[in-house]
C-alpha cells in the first residue's frame, strides 16, 4: 500500500463518498424529514439523534474525518483538472465539470451549515424545530440551503456512478448507461425528501 | 471552373519549444479531393502569407499518411485529429491549425509525444518472450476475446485521447487513456497474461489509473474507435482484485 500512495488515497475518497458520507446524507435528509410530519415528531427525532450513545465519537468517525479527508482531497481534484466542456460537450463531460462545481459548492455548504447547527448547539442553542425554522424563514437562506442540498445530493448520486466505475463494477458501456439512469433516479428521490422538508421549514407547509 | 479557387489556412505557429506562438494566414490553390497536408506541402512549396510576407515554411509532423501511425495528429478546426484523414472538401473554412496543447511543442504543429511511450512503458506494455532457448508456441486465444482485443491493438498513440481529456494537463501526472487500454490489450493476451500483474502494477503508481475522472471525451474523440472508457473500467476491476490480492495475499497475484 505504501508504493501505491496515490492509488490507495483516490480509491478511499472514493469509497468514502458512498461509505459513510453518502449514507450519513441519505440518513440526515430522511430523519429531518420528520418535520414534515410536524414539529413534534422532528423534535422527538431530533433528539433521539442528539441523544444516542457515543454520539461524538459517531459523528467524528463517520461524519467529520471522512468528510474531511474527502473534501481536502476533492478540493486537490477540482485544482488538477483543466476543464474543456465548451470545446468537447459531452454528456459525461459536463457531469465531471458538474461533480467538480457540486463539490465546491458543497463544501462552502457544509462549512457554513456545521456552524449554524451543530457548532450553535455546541455553544448552548437548543436543537429543536425553531431552530431551522428561523435559519429558513429567512428567504435568502432559505434558497442557500435549496441550492446546498440539490448540490450536495447531485454530488452523491453522480459520485455514486463513479464509485461504481472507480472501482470496476460497471465496465460496459450498457451497464454504466443504466447506472446513470439509476443514479438520477436516486438524484430525483433524494433531491424530493430534502427539498420538501426545506419547504416545511420555511413556509410551515 | 475559369477561376482558380484558393483556400484559407490560419495556422498557429511556433519558431522554437520555448518562444510565444502566433498566428500566421496562408492562402493555397484549390485541387479536388486535398487533405490538409497537402495544403502544407504547398504552403512549403510558396511560404508566403495572405498579406504576400515571405515566411518560413510551416513544420509538422507525418509518416503514414493513411491514419495508422499516429504522427500527423494536430488541432483541426478546433478538433485533435489526423491532418492526413482530414479532408478540405468536408471542412468549414477559414481552416484553422493548432498544435495539440497537451503536448510540448517542437516546432510549429511538431509536437512531442514522448509522455505516452514513457506511460506505456510504465504500464509495460509488451509480451516479455526473450530467452535463452525456443519457449515453444504459446497457447491459444480465444476467438471471441481476439475480436474485441482486436480493436484495442488499433492504437497509434496519436494523442487525441490525451488532448481531450480534461485530467491530462500540465497540472497533473495522468497518464491518460491509451496506455490504460494497452495495459489491457497486453493483460488480455495469453503469454502476456503471465506478467499481468506487473502491468497492473504500474497501473497503480503515480498517476495511472486513478488518474481518470471519467468525462468519457477519449472514447468520443478517439480516430479508431477504441472502446478506450471500457477499457479504463476493466482495468479499475482488474486492479481492485489486484490490491485484494496483494493486501490479504493470494497464490494467484502473479
Redesign the interface.
Known amino acids: 500500500?505504501a508504493?501505491?500512495r496515490?492509488?490507495f488515497y483516490?480509491?478511499l475518497h472514493s469509497l468514502l463518498g458512498v461509505v459513510p458520507i453518502g449514507l450519513f446524507l441519505i440518513n440526515h435528509l430522511v430523519v429531518n424529514h420528520f418535520a414534515v410530519y410536524g414539529e413534534e415528531s422532528f423534535n422527538k427525532a431530533a433528539s433521539f439523534m442528539h441523544n444516542l450513545p457515543f454520539v461524538l465519537a459517531l459523528e467524528i468517525f463517520v461524519i467529520y474525518l471522512p468528510i474531511l479527508f474527502h473534501a481536502i482531497l476533492g478540493v486537490y481534484?477540482v485544482?488538477?483538472?483543466?476543464?474543456?466542456v465548451r470545446?468537447?460537450g459531452?454528456f459525461?463531460?459536463w457531469l465531471?465539470?458538474l461533480?467538480r462545481i457540486t463539490g465546491i459548492i458543497t463544501l462552502v455548504f457544509i462549512a457554513w451549515h456545521v456552524f449554524e447547527t451543530r457548532v450553535q448547539v455546541a455553544l448552548g442553542a437548543s436543537l429543536d424545530y425553531s431552530l431551522m425554522e428561523g435559519i429558513l424563514t429567512n428567504p435568502v437562506m432559505f434558497w442557500f440551503y435549496v441550492i446546498g442540498v440539490l448540490s450536495a445530493v447531485f454530488h452523491f448520486s453522480n459520485g455514486l456512478?463513479?464509485f461504481l466505475?472507480?472501482?470496476?463494477?460497471?465496465?460496459?458501456?450498457r451497464s454504466?448507461k443504466i447506472v446513470t439512469y439509476a443514479t438520477l433516479l436516486v438524484f430525483l428521490v433524494v433531491s424530493y425528501i430534502g427539498i420538501r422538508t426545506l419547504i416545511t421549514f420555511a413556509y410551515g407547509v | 471552373m475559369a477561376e482558380q479557387k484558393t483556400i484559407t489556412f490560419i495556422i498557429t505557429r511556433q519558431d522554437s519549444p520555448d518562444s510565444a506562438p502566433y498566428e500566421e494566414t496562408f492562402n493555397v490553390p484549390y485541387r479536388k479531393n486535398m487533405n490538409i497536408i497537402s495544403g502544407l506541402m504547398e504552403i512549403r512549396k510558396n511560404p508566403v502569407t495572405a498579406k504576400g510576407e515571405k515566411t518560413t515554411p510551416v513544420a509538422w509532423d507525418m509518416n503514414c499518411l493513411e491514419e495508422v501511425c499516429g504522427a500527423c495528429s494536430m488541432v483541426i478546426n478546433g478538433v485533435p485529429r489526423q491532418s492526413c484523414a482530414a479532408l478540405v472538401d468536408e471542412l468549414e473554412q477559414p481552416i484553422r491549425l493548432e498544435p495539440m496543447s497537451t503536448f510540448p511543442v517542437v516546432r510549429d504543429l511538431v509536437i512531442d509525444r514522448e509522455r505516452m511511450f514513457d506511460a506505456l512503458k510504465q504500464v509495460k506494455a509488451w509480451i516479455p518472450i526473450d530467452g535463452t532457448y525456443d519457449l515453444g508456441p504459446g497457447p491459444r486465444m480465444p476467438e471471441k476475446k481476439r475480436q474485441w482485443a482486436y480493436e484495442l491493438s488499433k492504437c497509434m498513440t496519436c494523442g487525441v485521447c490525451l488532448e481531450a481529456c480534461p485530467n491530462v494537463n500540465d497540472k497533473s501526472n495522468f497518464i491518460g487513456p491509451a496506455a490504460i487500454s494497452q495495459a489491457r490489450l497486453f493483460n488480455s493476451h495469453p503469454t502476456g497474461e503471465m506478467n499481468a500483474s506487473e502491468r497492473l502494477e504500474g497501473l497503480m503508481e503515480e498517476g495511472g489509473l486513478v488518474g481518470c475522472g471519467n468525462a468519457q471525451n477519449c472514447v468520443q474523440v478517439c480516430p479508431k474507435g477504441i472502446p478506450l472508457t471500457t477499457s479504463i473500467a476493466a482495468m479499475n476491476r482488474a486492479a481492485t482484485v489486484q490490491s485484494f490480492k496483494n493486501f490479504f495475499g493470494s497464490d494467484n497475484a502473479h
Do not use: C, D, L
Open positions: 500500500m508504493e501505491h496515490e492509488y483516490r480509491r481534484i485544482f488538477v483538472a483543466k476543464n474543456n470545446r468537447y459531452f459525461r463531460n465531471f465539470y461533480q456512478w463513479g466505475v472507480s472501482w470496476g463494477f460497471a465496465q460496459s458501456p454504466q
